[in-house]
């Protein structure tokens, strides 16, 4: 298999992460997150929306948006669950994360750290969208180790990749107890990987 | 069952669309996408989020994430492929709908209809992310039916929803003639039902 892939992009590392766990090897092919101009030259073809991750499967066949790729990875082992209900759990998880989460966290974090003169105001915005987020995950963490049901699954990879670089968007874990105790949980997983591995 | 349910709502008429093709009855509760006042109050413990759709199955458990609720309700029938990678796939355009569609089309729309006094700049932004978004749907529909395989699946449900009232946010659908032809393939489904049904 081939990652089209990112070395700071918590999207390319929650795929990275699943491998990882299934002890899969892959080829990696790095883009970059700021200079966008060559991605419909290396992409184009593969997704039309134009982002990274995109995974290239051995036959050729290109598969794109992160919680796909982690949806379609996971099909029949331990990190998807069985029952049509838990996993339709797990999908209700995946679609908070693209849409509550990762557009507040990961942009945060994106134009602290990586942005030419971010609007201060932007940042604000993203900052109190993410606090939200992050209180939601609260009331689900503070009783539960895991997202769903007892175990670690593709839900807890997903917003595991945004939520461990908080700190570097702006937030304080500690505020938010359950949230912590369980990044810690998801760090102790066999075969973890840091996002910098 | 129970909806949790705007009628105004592209995400709730998503899934109401889907009971509809699958004959299953249920029970709509209204809620406001204007005055949000009471959401704590009437869908805080069935969803953090604080969004609706939110379906209450008929032993009370209930689910959120209107793509989420699709993938539950359309498992097992005509309307979710059974192949893995056709699966992922159909996964791939539910988040892309979520992620690059929706924040766009569906808040450009709300900006214009709903919202007093909206930010013009804004709505300017959202349109052109709508656009790149119908561009991407174009790129598929100019030379297929539809988004996923050769059959209509929750893939199209979930895009059409907000697709079809594009209008309504400022698009012209004209310069979109895949899109636009195939939309009117999705009303041609059996027991299609209208967002104002």
């Known amino acids: 298999m081939r990652l089209y892939d990112s070395s700071v992009s918590g999207n390319a590392y929650k795929v990275r992460l699943l491998l990882a766990h299934l002890d899969i090897p892959f080829e990696r092919i790095e883009l970059s997150v700021v200079d966008r101009s060559n991605r419909a030259d290396v992409i184009g073809g593969k997704n039309p929306a134009l982002r990274i991750p995109v995974l290239e499967l051995d036959d050729g066949?290109?598969?794109?948006?992160?919680?796909?790729?982690?949806?379609?990875?996971?099909?029949?082992?331990?990190?998807?669950?069985?029952?049509?209900?838990?996993?339709?759990?797990?999908?209700?998880?995946?679609?908070?994360?693209?849409?509550?989460?990762?557009?507040?966290?990961?942009?945060?974090?994106?134009?602290?750290?990586?942005?030419?003169?971010?609007?201060?105001?932007?940042?604000?915005?993203?900052?109190?969208?993410?606090?939200?987020?992050?209180?939601?995950?609260?009331?689900?963490?503070?009783?539960?180790?895991?997202?769903?049901?007892?175990?670690?699954?593709?839900?807890?990879?997903?917003?595991?990749a945004y939520t461990h670089a908080a700190g570097e968007a702006g937030f304080d874990l500690a505020e938010y107890p359950g949230v912590a105790a369980w990044c810690e949980r998801v760090a102790a997983q066999p075969r973890h990987i840091l996002i910098t591995d």
């Open 61 to 160: 066949t290109t598969l794109a948006e992160s919680n796909a790729i982690l949806m379609y990875l996971a099909e029949g082992t331990e990190y998807l669950p069985e029952g049509r209900l838990e996993r339709a759990r797990v999908l209700q998880w995946l679609f908070f994360e693209q849409y509550d989460h990762e557009p507040n966290i990961a942009v945060a974090r994106f134009l602290l750290h990586y942005a030419e003169a971010p609007d201060p105001e932007v940042i604000v915005a993203k900052q109190e969208g993410g606090r939200r987020a992050l209180a939601a995950m609260e009331t689900r963490l503070a009783g539960h180790n895991f997202l769903v049901g007892d175990g670690y699954s593709v839900a807890d990879i997903a917003l595991y």
